[in-house]
């Protein structure tokens, strides 16, 4: 066994600092739990001048800008990643891999893509690959869902995965603030990528449930398997109207697997306000995991930041050194279990949130529930209010469960109707005891 164990970290931006602080702090009870030291020896970095939150030198660790005096390093095990990117980043670790040292990555957009090249590379080299912070930060849930539910069959998933639509949503509907300005301070807090795109659009969210779904399903989920719908076009309104049915808005990853389909996806949802997520609110991230042993679990807390992020990190380190110590790195799975089969449109059910408006007239709103009748959709609550617009209501309802296709045939009959001037909105309904 070695008596100390050399990192080599390859980015010292917010995670990476974060990283070197968190060892330098806590030598002695890493040292306890793994019978050696840990150190990072060197970093690779773009402008070694550049002031950062730690102070590198001091802990020993020596910057340079050339990635082989990281990667073909002999005294450095374990790769530590954390620079971002794709293509530079992917360059990197498959280098890595090839001179036989561990690799452990933050960063999701590259699992999200890579994963599988990756996956393939460590176990050709023997290494071992994690990346616990790539999803959702300082939560063990990677952890969680492979260790903690090894022999259970993990049915669903609902994720809350992005803090900074779920600040600018909380904000929106506990404060009536618009999506503008919720957006404006997340970006000042900095929780927002740099490009808030990936955020708002559903992007990042999505590529962090594509994680998630394989590892819980252990079957091969490809981005584009992943549907997604972000929360631009939300109005306050459809936020307002959920709140007076029980429900409080969220931008949900859902991710289901019945033995043989999946099913991922990411929309902003409206999710009851009896279910724990309900009350996951700001920044914070949580993933609800139906078990069918352990039953329903929820894991919530801090999804990014930098001392959220580089314990994550650390904790895929730790794995690592503990492999090394019992020689058995390299052992993670390759292959997946299950051949990816994703479930059509016309087998998935829901409940959903309907906004329209339609006209105040006697027998409309008999024509309507025909309507949705003939599509075998029935209505659990109902809502109307005069509209703004002269002999015009709108109508807000929830649907029991139903099959999605026909509730898009559905929206498409009733947007030929005459008495109904506009479809204002339509969302999923989650959490609800039939949901
Ligand atoms: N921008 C991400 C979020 C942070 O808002 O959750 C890390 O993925």
């Given amino acids: 066994m070695k008596n100390m164990v050399s990192i080599g970290l390859l980015g010292v931006g917010v995670v990476g600092s974060g990283v070197i602080s968190l060892i ?10 793994l019978g050696c030291n840990v150190h990072v020896k060197s970093a690779l970095v773009r402008n070694p001048n550049k002031t950062r939150d730690v102070d590198a030198a001091t802990n020993g660790t020596v910057l340079t800008t050339n990635p082989d005096d990281v990667l073909n390093d002999p005294e450095i095990d374990v790769i530590v ?31 999200a893509l890579y994963g599988a090249e990756l996956h393939e590379a460590a176990a050709r080299n023997k290494c071992d690959f994690y990346y616990e912070a790539s999803v959702a930060g300082g939560i063990p849930i990677l952890r969680g869902i492979t260790d903690g539910f090894a022999s259970d069959h993990i049915e669903q998933l609902l994720g809350i995965v992005n803090g900074t639509t779920n600040y600018i949503l909380t904000k929106m509907h506990h404060e009536s603030v618009s999506y503008e300005d919720a957006l404006k301070e997340a970006q000042e807090l900095g929780f927002a990528e ?14 962090k449930m594509a994680i998630l779904g394989r590892l819980a399903f252990s079957t091969y989920i490809d981005l584009e398997d992943v549907d997604v719908t972000g929360i631009e076009g939300i109005e306050l309104e459809d936020l307002q109207h959920g709140d007076n049915l029980g429900f409080t808005m969220k931008l949900i990853g859902f991710a289901k697997f019945d033995g043989k389909q999946v099913e991922v996806n990411v929309e902003p949802a409206l999710i009851s306000k009896d279910h724990p997520l309900a009350d996951v609110k700001n920044e914070y991230n949580a993933v609800y995991v139906y078990g069918e042993a352990i039953g329903e679990a929820m894991f919530y807390g801090a999804g990014a930041g930098s001392m959220p992020t580089a314990a994550a990190v650390i904790s895929d380190v730790v794995t690592v050194i503990k492999n090394m110590h019992r020689g058995v790195t390299g052992s993670q799975f390759v292959e997946p279990r299950f051949k990816k089969e994703l479930k059509p449109v016309d087998q998935r059910f829901g ?25 075998d959709i029935s209505f659990k609550q109902i809502l109307q209010n005069p509209s703004k617009e002269a002999d015009t209501a709108e109508i807000v309802v929830i649907t029991h469960r139903s099959s999605l296709e026909k509730m898009q045939q559905a929206l498409g009959a009733l947007n030929k109707l005459d008495e109904v001037p506009d479809i204002k909105s339509f969302y999923k309904v989650e959490g609800d005891a039939e949901a």
Avoid at 24 to 33: C, D
Avoid at 95 to 104: G, Q, S
Avoid at 351 to 375: M, T
């Fill in 194 to 207: 740099a490009d808030p795109a990936a955020d708002v659009e559903g992007l990042d969210a999505a590529r």
């Fill in 81 to 111: 990643e954390v620079m971002g990117g794709i293509e530079e980043a992917r360059e990197a670790i498959l280098k890595a891999f090839e001179a036989k040292k561990h690799v452990v990555t933050a960063n999701k957009d590259l699992v």
């Fill in 24 to 33: 330098e702090q806590h030598q002695a009870k890493l040292a306890h739990q």
């Fill in 351 to 375: 409940q959903y949130y309907i906004r329209f408006h339609a006209k105040d007239e006697a027998g409309v709103f008999s024509r309507i529930s025909s309507l949705f009748n003939e599509f």
